[in-house]
DNA sequence: CTGAAAGCGCTTACAG
DNA sequence: CTGAAAGCGCTTACAG
């Protein structure tokens, strides 16, 4: 029960009484063909079902019509714990790759994988999205010897002023401003960080910082003693916010860097008898569908994923092109909800 | 600043002074070759940082190394509404395709779409993985399609007797007979349901059938007034247990078809007055990171999802190289938190 | 164990 | 506007 052997170009010509040269120009677009012939090319095309050989176009033009999309993970291994937010990126990323012509490779990738290279040399891969959290000064150098080797690539992440390559990011200062402000306009003034505040985490730093300025301008300011480092999970959340309560210090809201650390962190402090909002205030970040149901429903920063998603994917396949692409900071706006307030 | 032109097997011959021919066979690993000879290619091919080509290897092999993954969604097309189970198994399939030497593919697709085909008659994919919920009676048929063509593929969903090609699904009955058994024992006799119950979504018809199946060895049985259709979502969810409050009769359980549908109850329960699990206890189904994070934490069935990867790739990987493989259901186990009991 | 040679299915300068 | 021909970089019978 085999199937039929894939039709050729050759069949295709055969059938529409032209030269395998032909048809290969109609199917690549080209405008040096007479109307009827194409028409004749394509009605033959439609009855053989036919497809061009992937392989064979790419071998002759030196271009993959494909690029690869690296999620690498921090430390766990653990298949089910990526961040919702990432899917949401696939998404958009998936969508814009079919818009633009383009199939999508996806690998998970450990921090540590010698990653780099192999898509592109290979062919596998025109250029590279790379996307995840992870310390940044661990893989910056790895972002170095990408730029040196030539690949084309984009990444998600913090858009930093000597960045090598192409970087889209969230204006994740101006969003943790945000929920500074809005939580000092509450009254709190002892706001607990979770999530990593170091340059070796540049988004968790600027939502660090920018909450931290928005206290500033008030007089105040966050208060290093209630900063709990946590990577982006829920787990990690529940952990550091027992971290937090063991310190025995006062505080009045919680920040959380992500919203799976800010789900956790809720989770440790209705287990010790706090109430939210009434007796502390959380707020998260990433604004993933999860946040609108959680009890109570998350306050968080909303980060537009399919944006996102369309600008890695355009950006690249400019790169790709031999064209210039600049790096990308997008807006961050608030979503208030029930944990911080009534 | 580009990068100097890539390496082909040709370079590697003449840096290790053996024919062209020779190269190859290292590199596919015949054992036809001579230990040293071995040894010097591969150390030309690391000195270069050699990569076989892959479209002309896939072109002379007719062997493409990819399968491709097709998630499909039924009605939603936000990017941001893909179950995170599906996340899960996206992991546990791209390791599963690592270790077996393929690449992976993923694409989003429309239930509607004309997805069949394309991937592997352009030489893109050796076979397919279909993943998603979905009408099941309307996406049949092209499954028997895809048989005819001689597509190969593996889907994940439940396994059913007469089914066209090779399904890998969990024991989606055992599953709900254990949730009906978990809640007749706590005394619960009234269970409402919250998802499609018919053979248009065979998994969760399964689940409700199981949970029937419980019941009735008790002398009683689901009452049709209680159920509620509802896709997986969060949305979804919190819609249907509105509904059913809305019909004014008395339950004293929910079991709802998924883990997101069930999150979107909890909220419209509590947001009725409801405290769960004292005036209604709910369980839901998939056991995702967030269901143990859910307020109150929720009582679950937990899918191998590491395995079902593994199984899909596994099959997949047989049937491209002609040889057998077989439907498989995967077992299915009680998680019991908090949003059941005390 | 190794090499010379054919050929996978396209794309694109070249010639007309 | 169209065709004949070269060649992309491999793999693998074939011959030795």
Do not use: E
């Given at each position: 029960m085999r199937k039929k052997s894939k039709a050729t170009s050759i069949d295709i010509a055969h059938l529409a009484g032209v030269s395998q040269a032909t048809v290969s120009r109609v199917l690549r677009g080209s405008p040096l063909v007479n109307a009827q012939t194409r028409e004749r090319v394509e009605a033959a095309v439609r009855e053989l079902n036919y497809k061009v050989d992937r392989h064979a176009s790419s071998l002759r033009t030196q271009r993959a019509g494909t690029l690869a999309l690296l999620l690498f993970e921090d430390p766990?291994?653990?298949?089910?714990?990526?961040?919702?937010f990432f899917l949401s990126m696939l998404g958009s990323i998936t969508r814009a790759c079919a818009r633009h012509g383009h199939d999508l490779l996806v690998s998970f990738q450990q921090l540590s994988d010698d990653w780099h290279a192999d898509y592109e040399d290979s062919m596998k891969a025109d250029g590279l999205i790379l996307l995840g959290y992870g310390d940044y000064l661990a893989y910056r150098g790895k972002l170095e010897t990408l730029v040196e080797q030539g690949t084309r690539f984009v990444r998600w992440g913090a858009v930093l002023d000597d960045q090598p390559g192409v970087s889209i990011g969230c204006d994740n200062l101006h969003g943790g401003r945000l929920v500074g402000e809005h939580l000092a306009t509450l009254g709190h003034r002892r706001i607990a960080f979770l999530g990593d505040a170091s340059s070796h985490y540049p988004e968790f730093y600027d939502r660090y910082r920018g909450c931290d300025a928005a206290l500033q301008a008030l007089g105040g300011g966050m208060d290093p003693a209630l900063q709990v480092d946590a990577e982006s999970s829920e787990e990690a959340g529940f952990a550091a916010a027992r971290t937090l309560l063991a310190r025995k210090l006062p505080f009045d809201a919680v920040f959380a860097a992500s919203d799976l650390i800010a789900i956790g962190a809720m989770r440790a402090l209705t287990d010790h008898g706090l109430r939210v909002p009434e007796d502390v205030a959380v707020a998260g970040f990433d604004d993933i569908p999860m946040a609108r149901f959680a009890q109570p429903a998350l306050t968080t920063v909303y980060q537009d994923t399919t944006r996102a998603g369309e600008l890695l994917v355009e950006s690249l396949v400019r790169l790709v092109r031999g064209e210039p692409a600049e790096s990308t900071t997008l807006p961050a706006s608030l979503v208030v909800r029930r944990s911080t307030g009534t």
């Open positions: 766990t291994p653990d298949d089910s714990h990526i961040n919702p």
